[in-house]
């Protein structure tokens, strides 16, 4: 089965830049969704095929996904930030849909 | 606007059978590419997939779980229902019920509050 791996955390302080990766056997080769999840909240969508941003999500949140990692970032990170994110793929070979295990974004 | 909404016990015994329920609105299940799927996150772990149902009726489970897991569409096609049976505490979890509108390589665009799903003797 296909296997996403996420840092556990990552700590930022306001304003600066967040990068949250996701690796995975060529993932580049895959479109990558990204979702934010606030304590006690369900799941928001924050990008989709690897870059797109659903309406409402702020431009700050930006995607690239090449090699075998996928990245979020985003720039000029505020306390509303503070959440788990998580990456999925659609595995095709399996109709296996997979998330990554979640990374735990701290605002300093 | 794009709801949805899940409905089931919060309490069960070792061995029973879970069925929820996710009410949607404003979107069809007859639209092509229209994809429902059942999720689930146990207490202050990851999100995982369960069963996806698509715009033609089609079932895809994972794999683990395939064979205590039935997902269906109601008759008036605005719920989409999941059974699971032989539940144990492992099982323990919130159940979300989300929606892919463009395909299953699309994200999960819409997703309802979740349902807390306790199973404890």
């Known amino acids: 089965s296909y296997v996403l791996t996420q840092q556990s955390s990552v700590s930022v302080a306001p304003g600066k830049a967040a990068r949250i990766t996701c690796g995975g056997d060529n993932i580049g080769l895959k479109s990558v969704h990204w979702y934010q999840q606030r304590p006690g909240q369900a799941p928001v969508m924050v990008l989709f095929?690897?870059?797109d941003r659903p309406s409402g999500i702020p431009d700050r949140f930006s995607g690239f996904n090449s090699g075998n990692t996928a990245t979020l970032t985003i720039s000029r990170v505020e306390a509303g930030d503070e959440a788990d994110y998580y990456c999925q793929v659609w595995d095709s070979s399996s109709d296996d849909w997979v998330f990554g295990g979640g990374t735990t974004l701290t605002v300093l | 606007q794009v709801t949805l909404r899940e409905s089931g016990p919060a309490l069960l015994r070792p061995t029973q059978t879970l069925t929820l329920t996710c009410s949607f609105s404003g979107f069809s299940l007859n639209t092509s590419d229209m994809c429902v799927s059942w999720l689930r996150q146990p207490p202050g772990k990851a999100l995982e997939w369960l069963a996806l149902?698509?715009?033609?009726?089609?079932?895809f489970y994972k794999t683990s779980l395939k064979t205590r897991l039935t997902i269906s569409i109601d008759t008036s096609r605005d719920r989409v229902v999941l059974s699971m049976t032989n539940v144990n505490p492992v099982d323990t979890a919130t159940y979300y019920c989300?929606?892919?509108?463009?395909?299953?390589?699309?994200?999960?665009?819409?997703w309802g509050q979740g349902v807390p799903v306790t199973v404890s003797s």
């Open positions: 989300a929606r892919q509108s463009d395909g299953y390589g699309h994200g999960f665009d819409s």
């Open positions: 149902v698509d715009w033609e009726g089609d079932e």
């Open positions: 095929y690897d870059d």
